[in-house]
């Protein structure tokens, strides 16, 4: 039983004046030597680690508020709460806590930090006065109540004393009850000093009264009291619009009688928050933090109470998902589900795994592919706010449903394929819709946010699924509006007006494909291969590229911010697609066509080649020059092109030297090495080849042999400079017969090219004769370089 008592929930503000869960526990109270005092201290149900420590100060204001709440702070900005699951434990924490500070455990706050000129104001109080004196509560004593209740706004500690005032005698309800006599007699004076006493009392900031303010009993009370501002002319109906206008629908009927009561709690009590009360002044702002926290905790209590109901939630799936659910009671359904969602929202982030997973067993998913293809705009509107919720918490459920379902039905009734659907026919001409679902397709597709196990690489395997089964259904008003480039603007209108169901210069489908374009645009920078290859298969820039003789200026950047992209990934893969596809010729026809405008297409497209000429991408610069430079040359009001060209000459130049220093170290012999070597050679192969011929005819063949060795020796001066020609040269000629027989002996031309000693022979006197060898070189086997057009 003790551990029943004192089982506690810690939360935690944050910065958005939120609460946040920390954990479920056990609290006691205990001297802690380290903090020097009794401290309060809470550790987690499950593992028993430390969820709080905190010592009990003296100074600390501690607050009890609903009857199972304990709040405080513990320095500017960090506020705490304890939430007891029982009455009981809450009784005896607070109990001790005001041992420690020496309070009344009566109080449902401690104390409350006040400055010099508070302290000097309430020496005048005598000490016996422990509650403010609240004046009679009849009609003739309405102004000097109304007076009271705001002059304590300005001080906690009479605050506090007037709260406890208002608490006994059922004073509220006594005020409650003469508003009705005032508005019987349509007492306009009186309603008016009830207004003011209602408003002072909300900012009084107390729980305890809010219990008795939103009862069954006194909620429309309240509402009719706050209806009469004395700044309106005419009183606001808003009981009117609470009692008739909005209506409650149970969809399927609720039996919990403590749920419903508390459901039409809640909306009333956000009703007088967000529409009665005027927007606090950043005085005020901190008077209503308990009517926030009243709101919040009931919302958490319906979202249990829902979520333990088994049979309620099953029969709205049942009927959500059955084909013979009548459409008006679908749409009210799925406002059920979208609204259940928004609630889940003030969920702790533990809690909301735990609701999701829920909602993913009774088949949330499967429900919003039926309810998506509805016609009613509604049903679908809501649909899509269901679908963020779920991908907003947890993008790999989405993904590892839509992956499991492919298995199940066709490509057409793929989740994912009717969100691009509903993307593509959003009929809303400001496409809201479709902006919102373009949103939710990039978080599916993020790879930051896929997860990989040892098993498998979602990452992997959703891009795969994607771009195999999705990514035709994404472009595929791309690829219809882009259709048929031609090469002038008349030509693509034409076609345009006669193929495509719409024109591409309808302002509505311009940002359907700038939406289309975005999302591609990400898919460039986060996916590597998946959209290289389907980028290279459907030739896609050159489609995405015809965009750019659009009217709509915006459209246009689009389909140029797409092309940076690629630029800007260096790609050479893709570099080379550019330079085959010649797809500069659309940009540099849009910055022409610009002419001397100065806006934003002009500096996104100098933007372009400027990064180009930065990052110095050789091959595209000298793509630019050589194609388009003498368009190019007259623009002169930035150097980006004049860059360009100078980056170009730089290259051709460095090639060259390149290409000489090359020439230098593979240089051939010399004619004195090459003589040298083919004597010493034709003398020996030559002797062997005719010595049979000289053993039989020696006389005669003796001056033959002669005279062939002296045309050796000329012919192999000349096959010296032969040998400097290039490997593929082939080697000339000779015109008469008897050298010619003599040259297959003794110029083996071939090896002496190819020898790799060649290179490793130098003089200081051959470099007249090489330049000659250059100069004859380069007349005879040219070397093919890149040329400027002109």
């Known amino acids: 039983m003790s551990d029943t008592r004192r089982r506690v929930k810690v939360y935690t503000l944050n910065e958005d004046r939120q609460w946040d869960d920390r954990g479920t526990g056990h609290v006691s109270s205990t001297f802690v030597e380290r903090l020097k005092g009794i401290s309060l201290l809470v550790r987690a149900e499950s593992d028993g680690s430390l969820l709080l420590e905190s010592k009990i100060s003296p100074n600390t204001a501690y607050q009890k508020q609903q009857d199972t709440l304990i709040v405080w702070s513990e320095a500017d900005n960090y506020d705490l709460a304890l939430s007891f699951q029982e009455k009981a434990g809450c009784d005896e924490i607070w109990e001790k806590i005001c041992q420690v500070q020496g309070k009344d455990p009566a109080l449902d706050i401690t104390q409350d930090p006040i400055d010099e000129s508070e302290e000097e104001r309430f020496e005048e109080i005598p000490e016996t006065s422990h509650l403010v004196e609240l004046p009679p509560c009849e009609l003739s004593h309405l102004e000097e109540i109304a007076d009271l209740v705001t002059s304590v706004l300005s001080s906690p500690i009479r605050r506090e004393k007037l709260a406890l005032a208002l608490m006994g005698e059922d004073y509220l309800k006594k005020l409650l009850g003469l508003f009705r006599v005032c508005e019987d007699l349509d007492n306009r004076e009186g309603l008016h000093h009830l207004y003011e006493i209602v408003r002072g009392v909300l900012f009084l900031n107390k729980a305890a009264l809010f219990e008795v303010m939103f009862s069954d009993d006194c909620i429309m009370d309240v509402v009719g009291c706050l209806e009469y501002d004395p700044a309106l002319v ?38 007088i928050q967000d529409i009665i009360l005027p927007t606090p002044s950043v005085f005020e702002e901190n008077f209503l933090s308990t009517l926030n926290s009243f709101i919040f905790f009931n919302k958490v209590e319906i979202v249990s109470m829902l979520q333990e109901d088994e049979k309620f939630l099953t029969e709205v799936f049942a009927q959500l998902t059955d084909e013979g659910t009548d459409e008006s009671k679908r749409r009210e359904l799925v406002n059920f589900v979208k609204e259940f969602c928004a609630f889940s ?301 100078g980056r170009y000459e730089q290259e051709k130049d460095r090639q060259s030297q390149k ?98 000693l060649v290179g490793l022979v130098d003089y200081p006197d051959d470099e007249d004769e090489e330049e000659e060898d250059e100069e004859e070189e380069e007349a005879q086997s040219p070397r093919k370089r890149p040329r400027l057009s002109s």
Request: net charge negative; with cysteine; proline share 5%.
């Open 659 to 756: 290409l000489t220093r090359y020439r230098r170290e593979a240089r051939s012999l010399d004619e004195d090495e090459e003589l040298w070597f083919n004597e010493d050679e034709d003398d020996d192969e030559a002797e062997a080849v005719d010595k049979s011929r000289m053993e039989d005819d020696y006389s005669d063949g003796y001056g033959k042999y002669m005279e062939a060795k002296k045309a050796g020796a000329a012919h192999g001066a000349n096959n010296g400079k032969a040998a400097a020609l290039p490997p593929t040269s082939p080697p000339a000629t000779p015109n008469n017969s008897s050298a010619s027989s003599v040259k297959t002996v003794a110029l083996p031309a071939s090896p002496v090219v190819k020898t790799p």
């Open 345 to 645: 929202q003030t969920l702790q982030p533990q809690n909301r795994d735990a609701f999701f997973k829920t909602l993913a067993n009774l088949g949330i998913l499967p429900a919003l592919e039926i309810v998506m293809g509805m016609d009613d705009l509604q049903v679908r509107a809501a649909a899509t706010d269901i679908f963020s919720y779920l991908v907003e918490f947890s993008p790999s459920m989405v993904r590892e449903f839509v992956m499991q379902e492919l298995q199940q039905t066709d490509d057409d009734v793929l989740l994912i394929n009717v969100v691009i659907k509903q993307m593509i026919c959003d009929s809303d001409p400001e496409l809201g819709g479709a902006v919102q679902l373009m949103g939710l397709l990039r978080t599916l597709i993020d790879p930051e946010n896929m997860l990989a196990s040892t098993n498998k690489t979602e990452k992997t395997e959703f891009l795969s699924f994607f771009y195999k089964y999705c990514m035709q259904v994404l472009t595929a008003p791309l690829l219809a509006n882009t259709a048929h480039d031609k090469n002038s603007k008349e030509d693509l209108q034409e076609a345009s007006t006669k193929i495509n169901p719409v024109c591409p210069d309808n302002f509505q489908t311009a940002q359907l494909l700038a939406l289309i374009l975005e999302l591609l645009t990400f898919c460039v920078e986060h996916h590597t291969y998946h959209i290289k290859t389907y980028i290279m298969n459907k030739d896609l820039l050159r489609r995405v590229l015809v965009l750019m003789n659009s009217k709509h200026t915006f459209l246009a950047l689009c389909a140029l911010r797409f092309m940076r992209r690629i630029i800007g990934l260096k790609d050479e893969y893709y570099n080379r697609y550019i330079i085959k596809g010649n797809l500069f010729e659309p940009v540099i026809n849009a910055l022409l066509d610009n002419g001397t405008r100065y806006n934003l297409l002009n500096s996104a497209i100098i933007e372009l080649f400027e990064f180009i000429k930065v990052e110095d991408i050789k091959s595209l610069i000298a793509h630019i020059v050589d194609n388009f430079y003498k368009a190019l040359e007259p623009i002169e009001y930035v150097q980006t092109f004049k860059g360009l060209k």
């Open 234 to 271: 005419q009183p606001k109906r808003h009981r009117e619009f609470l009692t008739k206008t909005a209506k409650f629908k149970e969809v399927i009927p609720i039996t919990d009688s403590e749920l419903r009561q508390k459901i039409h709690q809640t909306y009333r009590v956000q009703y």
